[in-house]
């Protein structure tokens, strides 16, 4: 089973003692979001085997990590978990826990050029840069995507201000990450009148400079979901939950299909993801997962890290 945590909110970033908490307790609860009072429960066994995690104990002389229900050596539930964020600062402390337990994973780290205007409630860029550099350099650059997206093009963003805002965030953080991960902006009904879809013809210019950019950088540049064929550019489609990275990560094949529950043009495969809508608090324009910010409000007061749910509790 692959976790995904999540396309609909940003766990490292808000809720890092809530998943660290259900890691301990060893599942939690997910409302299906089109029927909330349908409640999956997820199991949280990690997929690496018991007794490495037995022999760093005896190793380091500290109290075992492992839950009771884990020195039975029960089968393996999680093979890998693919963290999306655009802060993961809040988790870096818990990465050692992930570790000791086993847990493989990697993160799609969204990172792009625009201020507060945009992404209204986001720390300042160049701590962010810092952050994926820490990241980049604990896990190594194949563990760590950078997606420079959405890509808003209109009047104040335009190609210019993305090669110039792509060149310098790739100087910064190429030797972090292995690969970089574009999209354009989708005109979801909720986002702002002017995050129109781009025309071809920008896609194109910005994609060739784009391209020669990351070139320079040595950065393999691809998609995510768009249907529009880039390959004369060097720019390949790509999945963010990715077959063969997953199984390069943890070291042997998987029986894994596309997700039926993304886009067509999406090659994800097929993943459980733990968020909620409408509980990411970035306060970005272009958010698909965010509708409304009251209800942002509302769901993030009925939080509580140590419930089993995300927001609120089970009835």
């Known amino acids: 089973m692959i976790i995904s945590a999540s396309r609909r909110t940003d766990i490292p970033a808000f809720y890092s003692e809530w998943f660290l908490n259900r890691i301990k307790e060893g599942f939690l609860l997910v409302p299906n979001p089109r029927n909330p009072s349908h409640v999956s429960k997820v199991d949280l066994s990690p997929a690496p085997s018991v007794e490495r995690a037995r022999a760093n104990k005896g190793d380091r002389g500290e109290p075992s990590l492992l839950r009771d229900s884990e020195e039975d050596a029960s089968p393996a539930k999680i093979e890998c ?181 993304q886009r067509k043009t999406c090659g994800c495969i097929k993943s459980v993801d733990i968020g909620i809508y409408n509980t990411c608090r970035h306060g970005c324009l272009y958010c698909y997962a965010t509708t409304s910010e009251k209800i942002v409000l509302k769901q993030t007061k009925n939080h509580n890290q140590y419930s089993p749910m995300l927001t609120g509790f089970p009835n």
Not at 135 to 162: A, Q, T, Y
Not at 192 to 201: L, Q, S, V
Not at 214 to 224: G, I, S
């Open 81 to 261: 978990i693919v963290f999306w964020t655009k802060n993961p600062a809040p988790l870096m402390s818990g990465l050692d826990i992930l570790d000791k337990l086993n847990y493989l994973y990697y993160f799609e780290f969204t990172l792009t050029a625009y201020q507060n205007d945009i992404e209204k409630n986001l720390l300042d860029k160049e701590k962010i840069i810092t952050t994926f550099k820490q990241l980049g350099s604990r896990l190594g650059p194949e563990r760590v995507d950078w997606r420079f997206d959405p890509i808003i093009i209109n009047n104040k963003f335009n190609i210019d201000w993305h090669k110039k805002s792509f060149y310098n965030i790739c100087k910064q953080i190429h030797k972090y990450t292995n690969r970089c991960i574009i999209s354009f902006v989708d005109p979801y009904s909720h986002i702002k009148r002017d995050f129109t879809e781009p025309k071809e013809d920008d896609i194109y210019k910005l994609t060739e400079s784009l391209s020669q950019i990351a070139k320079e950088f040595d950065l393999p540049l691809f998609t995510c979901s768009e249907k529009i064929d880039l390959s004369c550019y060097g720019v390949s489609h790509c999945s963010c939950i990715d077959k063969n990275k997953i199984e390069k990560i943890i070291g042997h094949p998987i029986n894994a299909k596309k997700d039926p529950g």
